[in-house]
């Protein structure tokens, strides 16, 4: 007869048996329904899809550059040593050719004008006394009451006081042209951008008091590459925009004949409008139109940026993404040129690809337009 302390060993043992089995089984069953599992998993995002679709684009050239003078004239003093006791314009103003801008203290000038002009009445008188003189010579000569040498002492006399007549009229002009001098005028119309002109400061000659552009015109002179300077023709529309959002439509007037060596950009160079929102030397961007083409394109959204390449994510029949790399070419606010790299039919997330990888599976939403096709 078996004892109690055998049964239950026994007993031990066979529970430790059914509970192996048992764990055993639920690992199968478990596996089998992994098994099963695996070829039906749901997909991670519902997305919209779209296709290339045609588009007629502006050829254009891009460009940027800087603003500046048509023509900037620097207006100095031609006389020096004078004092400056009016200056009437200040940077802004509009002047029109002959203004007078600011005016030089002329007593000293007005002065030696004076000794000049007496200078002239004086040289006058004495030619005219020598031009009598040799004229009564030149009288007395055939009958012999002269000497021919006093006669021509008389001569010699006339155009001397002849030529100190023309020092004294030369010096006379130098003093009324110095006195001219002494009211700072506008050379051409124009706008005043620059003044270091002040009140009380005597300034030497050929010193600066003025700036200004001629006729208030600017222009846009924009570095282009070597390569599309050939695309360009004069009176060519030119869209540049300033700071501050603002487009202005300029015409190029000329293209620089030479080329810089370090960038491998040429000056071009171009005429804009009369504007209060362009400034000289602003930086302003523009674009150069060659014309229009057409192209297949897709919603910025639907590109992804990366690294300076362009990717987008291909959906297949079955729901899965396939990342592919695509050339790019002209963008426009809300689509994107494909050059290169997508079938005209493929279709490719419309939106949210960044969130998407090689391989997973996505749901494709109808929208009302695929669903009228």
Same mark, same amino acid.
């Given at each position: 007869?078996?004892?109690?302390?055998?049964?239950?060993?026994?007993?031990?043992?066979?529970?430790?048996?059914? =509970?192996? !089995? &048992?764990? #055993?089984?639920?690992? @199968?069953?478990?596996? /089998?329904?992994? +098994?099963? %599992?695996?070829?039906?998993?749901?997909?991670?995002?519902?997305?919209?899809?779209?296709?290339?679709?045609?588009?007629?684009?502006?050829?254009?050239?891009?460009?940027?550059?800087?603003?500046?003078?048509?023509?900037?004239?620097?207006?100095?003093?031609?006389?020096?040593?004078?004092?400056?006791?009016?200056?009437?314009?200040?940077?802004?103003?509009?002047?029109?050719?002959?203004?007078?801008?600011?005016?030089?203290?002329?007593?000293?000038?007005?002065?030696?004008?004076?000794? =000049?002009? !007496? &200078?002239? #009445?004086?040289?006058? @008188?004495?030619?005219? /006394?020598?031009? +009598?003189? %040799?004229?009564?010579?030149?009288?007395?000569?055939?009958?012999?009451?002269?000497?021919?040498?006093?006669?021509?002492?008389?001569?010699?006399?006339?155009?001397?006081?002849?030529?100190?007549?023309?020092?004294?009229?030369?010096?006379?002009?130098?003093?009324?042209?110095?006195?001219?001098?002494?009211?700072?005028?506008?050379?051409?119309?124009?706008?005043?951008?620059?003044?270091?002109?002040?009140?009380?400061?005597?300034?030497?000659?050929?010193?600066?008091?003025?700036?200004?552009?001629?006729?208030?015109?600017?222009?846009?002179? @924009?570095?282009?590459?070597?390569?599309?300077?050939?695309?360009?023709?004069?009176?060519?529309?030119?869209?540049?925009?300033?700071?501050?959002?603002?487009?202005?439509?300029?015409?190029?007037?000329?293209?620089?004949?030479?080329?810089?060596?370090?960038?491998?950009?040429?000056?071009?160079?171009?005429?804009?409008?009369?504007?209060?929102?362009?400034?000289?030397?602003?930086?302003?961007?523009?674009?150069?139109?060659?014309?229009?083409?057409?192209?297949?394109?897709?919603?910025?959204?639907?590109?992804?940026?990366?690294?300076?390449?362009?990717?987008?994510?291909?959906?297949?029949?079955?729901?899965?993404?396939?990342?592919?790399?695509?050339?790019?070419?002209?963008?426009?606010?809300?689509?994107?040129?494909?050059?290169?790299?997508?079938?005209?039919?493929?279709?490719?997330?419309?939106?949210?690809?960044?969130?998407?990888?090689?391989?997973?599976?996505?749901?494709?939403?109808?929208?009302?337009?695929?669903?009228?096709?």
């Amino acid at each position: 007869m078996s004892s109690p302390t055998g049964k239950m060993y026994l007993g031990i043992t066979i529970a430790v048996i059914a =509970s192996a !089995a &048992a764990l #055993a089984c639920m690992q @199968a069953v478990s596996s /089998e329904s992994d +098994a099963v %599992a695996e070829p039906t998993a749901q997909p991670s995002l519902s997305v919209n899809v779209t296709t290339l679709e045609p588009q007629t684009l502006p050829t254009t050239i891009a460009a940027n550059g800087d603003i500046a003078a048509w023509q900037e004239i620097i207006i100095g003093t031609e006389i020096g040593g004078l004092r400056l006791v009016d200056v009437k314009v200040d940077v802004g103003d509009e002047v029109t050719e002959g203004q007078v801008l600011a005016v030089y203290n002329d007593t000293t000038v007005r002065a030696e004008l004076a000794r =000049s002009r !007496a &200078a002239v #009445a004086e040289a006058e @008188a004495t030619l005219a /006394e020598a031009n +009598a003189n %040799a004229q009564r010579a030149r009288s007395l000569k055939t009958t012999g009451s002269l000497s021919e040498q006093q006669i021509q002492q008389y001569e010699t006399a006339e155009l001397t006081a002849r030529a100190r007549l023309g020092v004294a009229q030369a010096q006379n002009e130098a003093q009324e042209l110095r006195l001219a001098q002494t009211q700072v005028v506008a050379p051409d119309d124009g706008l005043i951008t620059s003044r270091t002109a002040t009140v009380g400061a005597v300034t030497g000659t050929d010193q600066e008091l003025f700036r200004l552009t001629r006729h208030g015109r600017l222009e846009w002179r @924009a570095e282009v590459a070597a390569s599309d300077l050939n695309e360009l023709r004069l009176g060519q529309a030119a869209r540049v925009t300033v700071p501050g959002g603002y487009e202005l439509e300029g015409r190029l007037r000329t293209i620089a004949p030479l080329v810089d060596t370090a960038t491998r950009n040429g000056l071009v160079y171009v005429d804009l409008p009369l504007s209060d929102i362009a400034r000289s030397g602003m930086f302003a961007r523009g674009e150069f139109e060659l014309g229009s083409r057409q192209v297949m394109t897709l919603p910025r959204a639907a590109v992804q940026l990366r690294d300076g390449f362009g990717y987008v994510h291909r959906v297949s029949d079955e729901g899965q993404i396939t990342e592919q790399k695509v050339s790019l070419g002209q963008h426009t606010e809300d689509r994107i040129e494909i050059r290169a790299g997508l079938e005209p039919d493929a279709r490719v997330v419309a939106s949210g690809g960044a969130f998407l990888g090689n391989g997973d599976q996505v749901r494709v939403v109808e929208t009302d337009a695929e669903e009228g096709v």
